[in-house]
């Protein structure tokens, strides 16, 4: 089987998984514990935190707080700052940023406002500042779009949202570039949420990471872990392994960033431009090829390429449960609705293979050729 | 004194010389509900009782019992020994402390010491007397009902108020259909109707993977479930019949697609009706309520079979 799915989550390292298995066969104490053995795990964890932190900002200014996921990062973020006069985002956003903003509007708590994007998925900066006013008191940008893989100036959007209204807390959902952007936060950044499983760590561990300075709410309260910020046992063995898989990350980082873009432009060129389009633009995520194949259905090549032995994506796997049958996304690039049906989000790994790139661009073809036969 | 569910059941009543048969029929599917259970069911005088369950599975047991078809209704009741003594014991856990009340008394021990009349009247002052003036009675509009039900085995059943059950045939008592279950509420409405008038059902899904997705069938396998817990279990099967679809697309014209797949799952629904012994083919059509429930389309699929 051919995995092209990598941007809903990849496959745990394995070696990440041998150093950490001592945490659930031997060290499996509460690290709250008052005897030795726990808190031999708090300095572990400590270790950990660093180690995770140190990657991308410095260790100085932020500091880092375990999670259970993503969503639950940008909750905390949205829900303990968004509390009055107005909050910002893009239309772009994975949806544990968007619903939690028309939450917002529900609860009555801040209007919810939305920016535009530009058509290769990057934030319009200007209509996002444009946006920004006395009552605003949170914007969000997410890092790299999900669904099409566009990168945001994060540092420099958030510079110039600072310049507009200094009192704006700043959030990013760095889900997807954190382990595979070169990249390091600035000040002007407040708020940074990350996930393990998209870097080869597990399901069930996340991580806000946050300015210093900044006093954060907690979000889940009870036995005072993480400093009072988040409360509930650690997931020592997640979070372990979170570090060594990142730690593996992070030291291929530069490398796979350049192979990645050597294969994802392989494939566009191997992929019949008579049956599809391109979506995501050169100066996107290496890690995310989406394209449309106009005029068929998405979802239809979706299960086609399963049967094949082929792992493709349609676009967030964690909204195509949802009622809505068109990407907002797509659509907000200024994709038509026959675009937007026709999406294949195909996501790659440093464990991708050029022999799986041609062996994938070959399936894809045959099948967007076999549907467009049968629809005709 | 001992807790004890009281089961009736109405239609079968209806009944003349087979009522044995559904009798049967009812009193298997009881014991299918109930099975799993620590629970004993019993047949007393023209309904049943389930007795010695562990208090705590009192709710699930009432939950699985609602759904058999047949069942008229449920009481939760206590059984004591048919003194006086007892049967206000029993009646002081059913009652409430205020409002209006009556009491209710059936005698089927005949040779009992008081009559329905001064069962009632008995009972009723000792409840009035326990409530220190919270309680009054109310013969024509009660807040609440006591009844007491004095059996020949020198027994009393003491019980409040009546649950109502699913009513109808026992399944397993007209025969059996093939229901086409779609995913939408119409078709397993349909099989619950049918079931509803005994009819033991199973289940047969259509899907056009890859142009289904799998959530659209796992959500027929949930239904089909769901279902089951009326139908004493059922069977569900699915056709593949996206060659048919890819055909019909390519040989015949793009408005008839929807009338000729119909016409094809209706035919192959009928041959597994005849391979599986069903009688006949439910589906859950509904005049009018999308644009192809139209009657020429419904008998244009139904002239098929």
Redesign the interface.
Known sequence: MIYLDNAATTKPSAKALERASAYVTEKYYNPSGMYKEGFALQSELKKARSVLLSKIADESAFELIFTSCGTESDNQAIFSFARRGNAVTTVGEHSAVTAAFHELKTRGVAEPRFAPLEKDGRVNVQALLDMIDEKTCFVSVMHVNNEIGAINDINGIAKLVKQKNPRVIFHCDGVQAYGKIPFKLSKDVDLYSVSAHKIGGLKGVGALIKRKSLQLPPYIIGGGQEGGRRSGTENVFGIMHFQYAAEEKFATLKEDFATLQEYRELLWDLLDKEVYTRLSAKEGTPYILSVAARGL?G??L???A??KGLIVGTGSACSS?AKNRYSKVILACGHDEKTADGVLRLSFSPQTTKEEIVQAAAILNEIGRELAR?MK | MEKVIIIRYSEIYLKGKNRGFFERAFETNLRRAIDGFDAELIKNSGRYLVQNFPEDQTEEIIEKLKKVFGLHTLSLAYETSSDMDSIFEAAKLQARTEGTFKVESHRGDKKYPLTSVEISKTLGGLLLDNAKGGLKVDVHNPSFTIRVDIRENGKALVFGEFIEGANGMPVGTAGKGLLLLSGGIDSPVAGHMMAKRGMKIDCLHFHS???T?M?AKEKVVDLAKILSEYTCGTNLYTVKVTHIQ?AI??KCKADLMITLLRRFMYRIAERHALRIGAQCLITGESLGQVASQTIEGMTSSNSVV
Request: aromatic fraction near 12%; charge should be negative; hydrophobic fraction near 15%.
């Open positions: 259905r979802e239809i979706l299960h086609m399963n049967d449960n049968k | 993977y890859p142009y997705n959530q890819e697309h390519e």
